[in-house]
């Protein structure tokens, strides 16, 4: 019987990581947050990083000819859902580290 190899789209893990040390780096306070016009900090724009790079990773998931159809949805989903899902955890990651 041969054994079927499932292939990771290695693009997608690198950008959710991608987004992950973002967010890990702003929750920790690791991350200078100047003003950047307008009296918005630098954090805010931060923020968007994560969701863009986990529909980067959705688009070149859903374009990797080695998975499969299946494969392809279930990764583009998981990875678009996953940058939205990482702000959110920031969030509970700095209220439960600096509180309410």
Known sequence: MRSRR???????????????????????????????????????????????????????????RRLGDQGRVLWSVASGLGGFLQVFLAFVLVTLIAGP
Not at 47 to 64: E, F
């Open 6 to 64: 499932r292939h990771v789209p290695v693009t997608t893990i690198v950008l959710l990581t991608v987004g992950a040390v973002v967010l890990a780096l702003v929750s920790f306070e690791l991350v200078p947050n100047p003003d950047v016009g307008g009296g918005a900090r630098l954090v805010v724009f931060l923020l968007l990083v994560p969701p863009a790079l986990g529909l980067a990773g959705a688009v070149t998931a859903s374009r990797d």
